[in-house]
């Protein structure tokens, strides 16, 4: 039996917003949508999802856990990390409440849709495609492709070109696989990294923030078992890099 699709963004949940407006909402997080079992935010770029040794507390992580004890550090309202977003990629970040619905949402996780927007050094001589590769890590933590598959993980990366300008392309970003850093490598490793990228990308190129944004996740409620989609708006930078 197919199941019902709910379109959730942030204009069909102005009710769940309204709910929450006396709460306080964690500086750098717009909350999209929150029931008993899942909190959907809307990070910004530059925010951690979770600690570092040099940083524990600004994260969306720890700006969460304070929120749902509401303040009481004996509260046993927990969040669980269901996947995560580099910190200069701004976007949507989902959250499970249990650690029963955490285990449900990663087992799943392949089979949700996740779409990004991108902007991209160059001009891309195909406007639509795929990109495949076999990804590792080496011990400075960089991510690249091996053709070897034992040494890899298989990873695959669609787009289709947006809009362009004269030195940056607009993209739609579909991600198959959730790799480390999947889409920055992808598209560095083609002769076109992602604006702003200061690790795998050019860093001559003055652009304010690294251009890749999380916009849309269409996932199954660990709960319902509805099939719910979650939309968050494309930042105004990226339109005007490609002006």
Same mark, same amino acid.
């Given at each position: 039996?197919? =199941?019902?699709?709910?379109? @959730?963004?942030?204009?069909? %949940?102005?009710? %769940?917003?309204? +709910? ?11 909350? @999209? ?8 935010? *809307? +990070? ?21 856990? *304070?929120?749902?004890?509401?303040? /009481?550090?004996?509260?046993? %309202? ?33 089979? !949700? ?12 001589? *195909?406007?639509?495609?795929? @990109? ?5 890590? /080496? ?14 993980? !298989? ?6 070109? @947006? +809009? ?6 607009? =993209? ?14 992808? !598209? ?14 050019? +860093? ?5 923030? =690294? ?7 269409? =996932?199954?409620?660990? !709960? ?14 990226? /339109?005007?890099?490609?002006?």
């Amino acid at each position: 039996m197919q =199941l019902k699709q709910k379109n @959730i963004s942030m204009e069909d %949940n102005k009710q %769940n917003v309204k +709910k929450e407006k006396n709460r306080h909402n964690p500086k750098g997080l717009t909350i @999209i949508y929150e029931d008993r079992d899942i909190i959907v935010v *809307d +990070k910004i770029n530059g925010l951690l999802t979770i600690g570092s040794d040099r940083e524990r507390e600004k994260t969306a992580y720890f700006l969460l856990s *304070d929120y749902v004890k509401k303040g /009481n550090q004996k509260s046993r %309202n927990r969040i669980f990390i269901v996947h995560r977003l580099d910190r200069e990629t701004s976007g949507l970040l989902v959250f499970a409440k249990s650690e029963k619905v955490k285990f449900f949402l990663q087992e799943q996780w392949q089979n !949700f849709t996740k779409k990004y927007v991108a902007v991209v050094e160059g001009i891309l001589p *195909d406007k639509e495609g795929e @990109i495949s590769s076999y990804l590792t890590e /080496n011990s400075i933590h960089r991510v690249y492709s091996v053709s070897n598959p034992t040494m890899g993980k !298989f990873s695959k990366t669609g787009y289709k070109v @947006i +809009k362009e300008s004269r030195g940056f392309s607009l =993209l739609d970003v579909d991600l198959f696989t959730g790799r480390k850093n999947q889409i920055r490598v992808h !598209f560095s490793e083609k002769g076109f990294p992602v604006a702003g990228d200061k690790v795998y990308g050019n +860093k001559k190129i003055a652009v304010k923030r =690294l251009a890749l944004h999380s916009k849309t996740i269409t =996932l199954v409620h660990p !709960f319902t078992k509805k099939t719910m989609t979650f939309d968050s708006e494309t930042p105004q930078y990226f /339109n005007q890099l490609v002006k």
